[in-house]
């Protein structure tokens, strides 16, 4: 059975909330005890969101069986063989039945039950409601019927704009506007819920994770790049061709297909379309088609020249002593093969020496030397490291954990000017003297106790030199996405409340890099790491303010701008950005991971390479 099981909440609890709180059109005390009779499953759904039967109990209502889910959220869904020809009313309907469904696909049923809207996530999430029937009384009437037709989705069938722009009289949501399915592709989406879809031959663009499902695009053409991903380049750009994909049959009985990003999902892919919170609208299959290799091969840096400096940034996903040997050897491998060995190296997410394990240790010199030696195996370099400890649980992140950013460098290519005197709570400051500007801790944090960097990991500056030339790195990871409503949020734009934290935080290096500049106004600066947010996003913009940096992604051609993969969408979330000093560099975003099933990390590194 999918890993993904405990994803699924219960129903009772959110409605009973959403009803109290009257947050779901049409709910009231007096209404759940309404009853009505003889409904079709479009009256249920209505031609908007949320259902104009909420709360009320129905009597009744017949289907054909189109597809059984006996895992996770329990249930199976019918579908009226008789439609209303009103393209704005779904004819399908999911059935909660909490205990494994006793209905087969094929038989035709009578349900009585209630109408309810499940909030995938819970209320606070922003998702959109799934309308249900629950607590049902079903009586099988014959089975061994055909089930409906489906409903092809196709890069004809969903429009090109996404979504309409919520009623600004309801904080923004789109739940009480009628669904305008030939133009909005949610709106399409919701027009269908609970419908029996197909898919034809369609591309991969979100490789299969470890809960049994994947990202197809039927719009084989929407913002692709070269590799065959759907690149994410703007908040006006939400490619809406994308479908996530599950199957109905449990694991168990037939494993879910292992597929990378490029690959195609050949024949016909069929089932219910349902909607959850972790993606949106969702193709559970009950046919599934045929995972054919694209053949992606993971990419591989250039060599930086002898006068070249070369800069990488890589998450390197919560690495810790208890990982096995076999992850510390594949990053080890990437860095020597894949990256080309880079001068300077700055690791996010090093976990403390017992990793999550919350009994106040903090440092991470074992995770570290774990990492370097397994380098050297690899036939790398004997990288020296620089980082500074947190404190125990303050800087975000799984808890017990302690992730922070470290330096590696190569002592045979570049030194590191040690300035001591650098903990957690003590800031590093720029100092300089005849126009040469110097960091009086190396390493060193910036601005530890501004409260932009509350559970949040503050960023590390160092001093390097290269050839007699100073270089300063500023290792980052700032703020995650956590928070964020969903782009299938029924607030429509979605609230992105993470963006506040994330904007202080480059506002605070920005004006660091501001002071190296002002006292060294061609100093090599590059700032580094996770920044956990897109190249055209207001974190960038603060970052870059008034010149100070430049981001380097942007160089690339846009087919090639992204470090992550997130429900099939290649967007930015790794960076680096260079100072008005560095004026000649190539740029490079190495893909191994993110378009992978495989994963060594979720992120790919980035690696910059300059002449100082």
Same mark, same amino acid.
């Not at 999918?2 to 909440?9: M, V, Y």
């Not at 923004?172 to 592709?185: F, K, R």
């Given at each position: ?98 205990? $494994?469904?006793?209905? /087969? ?20 999430? *922003? ?19 055909p089930v409906p037709a489906p409903v092809t989705i196709s890069a004809w ?12 009289? /309801? ?25 029996? $879809? ?34 994410? *380049? ?65 990419e591989t840096t250039d060599k930086q020249h002898k006068n070249e400096l ?7 996903e919560n690495l810790d002593p208890s990982d096995p040997q076999e992850k ?11 990256? /080309?060995?880079?001068?300077?190296? /700055? ?87 005849? *126009? ?88 090599? $600066? ?19 303010? *008034? ?66």
């Amino acid at each position: 059975m999918p890993s993904s099981i405990p994803r699924f909440a219960a129903v009772s609890a959110v409605v009973a909330a959403a009803l109290a709180a009257g947050l779901l059109a049409g709910s009231s005390s007096a209404a759940a005890e309404d009853s009505a009779a003889g409904v079709r499953i479009h009256d249920i759904q209505g031609t908007t969101r949320v259902s104009p039967l909420v709360g009320k109990q129905v009597t009744g209502v017949t289907g054909i069986v189109t597809g059984v889910r006996t895992y996770g959220s329990r249930g199976f869904w019918i579908q009226d063989t008789e439609g209303d020809a009103n393209p704005a009313t779904s004819e399908g309907l999911f059935v909660f039945t909490s205990s $494994v469904p006793t209905v /087969a696909v094929g038989d035709a049923v009578s349900l009585n039950g209630t109408v309810t809207e499940y909030v995938p996530g819970g209320l606070n999430s *922003g998702n959109q409601s799934l309308t249900q029937l629950s607590k049902p009384v079903v009586t099988v009437v014959s089975k061994g019927n055909p089930v409906p037709a489906p409903v092809t989705i196709s890069a004809w069938s969903v429009p090109d704009a996404y979504a309409p722009e919520g009623d600004p009289a /309801a904080g923004g949501s789109v739940n009480g506007l009628t669904l305008d399915p030939e133009t909005y592709a949610l709106d399409y989406y919701e027009s269908l819920e609970g419908t029996n $879809v197909r898919i034809g031959s369609s591309r991969v663009v979100g490789a299969t994770d470890p809960y049994a499902e994947l990202w197809v695009t039927v719009k084989p053409f929407e913002n692709r790049n070269w590799r065959g991903g759907t690149v994410y *380049g703007s908040y006006e750009s939400q490619n809406t061709g994308r479908l996530q994909i599950q199957s109905l049959t449990p694991l168990a009985q037939q494993p879910f297909p292992k597929a990378n990003v490029g690959d195609r999902l050949t024949g016909t892919t069929e089932g219910p379309l349902d909607f959850n919170q972790f993606g949106g609208y969702t193709l559970t299959a009950r046919t599934l088609g045929t995972v054919e290799d694209f053949g992606l091969e993971r990419e591989t840096t250039d060599k930086q020249h002898k006068n070249e400096l070369a800069v990488a940034t890589y998450n390197v996903e919560n690495l810790d002593p208890s990982d096995p040997q076999e992850k510390f050897d594949a990053l080890a491998k990437a860095v020597v093969e894949n990256l /080309a060995s880079p001068d300077v190296i /700055a690791l996010e997410e090093i976990q403390d020496n017992n990793g999550a394990k919350n009994d106040g240790t903090v440092a991470a010199d074992q995770t570290v030397k774990k990492f370097t030696d397994a380098i050297v195996a690899a036939g790398g370099p004997a990288y020296e490291w620089r980082s500074v400890d947190p404190e125990n649980n303050k800087d975000g992140g799984e808890p017990g954990g302690n992730i922070r950013q470290v330096f590696l460098f190569n002592p045979e290519r570049v030194s590191f000017t040690d300035r001591t005197g650098g903990d957690a709570t003590t800031a590093t400051t720029v100092t300089g003297e005849k *126009g040469h500007a110097a960091l009086t801790l190396s390493p060193g944090r910036i601005d530890p106790a501004n409260t932009a960097w509350e559970s949040s990991r503050k960023p590390l500056a160092g001093e390097f030199v290269f050839r007699g030339r100073t270089v300063f790195v500023i290792a980052n990871h700032f703020g995650s996405k956590g928070g964020d409503e969903s782009i299938v949020s029924h607030h429509q734009p979605p609230n992105r409340s993470s963006e506040a934290k994330r904007l202080l935080q480059a506002q605070a290096v920005n004006a660091f890099v501001k002071e190296i500049i002002a006292v060294e106004k061609q100093a090599d $600066v590059l700032v580094v790491g996770d920044i956990n947010d897109f190249e055209f996003s207001g974190t960038t913009q603060a970052l870059t303010d *008034g010149g100070a940096l430049y981001p380097a992604v942007k160089s690339l051609p846009r087919g090639e701008r992204y470090s992550y993969v997130y429900q099939g969408n290649s967007q930015v979330l790794d960076q680096i950005l260079t100072s008005p000093g560095v004026h000649h560099f190539e740029y490079d975003s190495v893909h191994i991971n993110a378009e992978f099933a495989d994963q060594d990390s979720d992120h790919d590194p980035q690696v910059l390479r300059f002449r100082p």
